[in-house]
């Protein structure tokens, strides 16, 4: 189960549709086990997905901000 995200804003990184799938899997692993550790995990990688999509605008600046 991957959502195409770079696709859609039209980037091309592998370490998006990565980050992307590993947050629906813990997703996926929290909503049938819904314990403190899963919280914990989710928040993590929550926050590593978050970084892939900073890296990513930043890398879009110059076309956003010209």
């Not at 799938?21 to 990688?45: A, G």
């Not at 590593?48 to 879009?60: D, K």
């Amino acid at each position: 189960m991957e959502f195409d995200i770079a696709t859609f804003f039209g980037l091309n990184s592998d370490s998006i549709d990565w980050g992307v799938t590993t947050v629906v899997t813990i997703l996926i692993t929290y909503w049938k086990m819904k314990t403190y550790y899963n919280t914990l995990t989710i928040i993590t990688i929550f926050l590593l997905f978050l970084q892939e999509i900073l890296s990513g605008c930043i890398m879009l600046q110059p076309l956003l901000f010209s």
